[in-house]
């Protein structure tokens, strides 16, 4: 998907069609693009750790298939 300002974003559909989820490397990517606003995320590694310490404290949750999701969110 291409936004108005040329930004474009990529994304995957969950294992069930769901729109929700999301992926370290699609997240490093959008932070990529916007590195001024975005300085904590220097690498695609700072991300996936990120995503790792989210998963541990309960906020975010991996599903069965390739994607996560915030954790009061249905797959």
Request: charge should be negative.
């Amino acid at each position: 998907m291409v936004w108005p300002d040329g930004t474009a974003v990529d994304w995957d559909f969950g294992d069930g069609g769901e729109i929700g989820g999301f992926d370290p490397w699609r997240l490093w990517h959008f932070a990529r693009q916007r590195a001024s606003h975005y300085p904590e995320f220097p690498n695609e590694d700072s991300v996936k750790q990120a995503v790792a310490a989210a998963v541990e404290e309960g906020s975010v949750r991996r599903s069965d298939y390739v994607l996560y999701y915030l954790s009061d969110r249905r797959e």
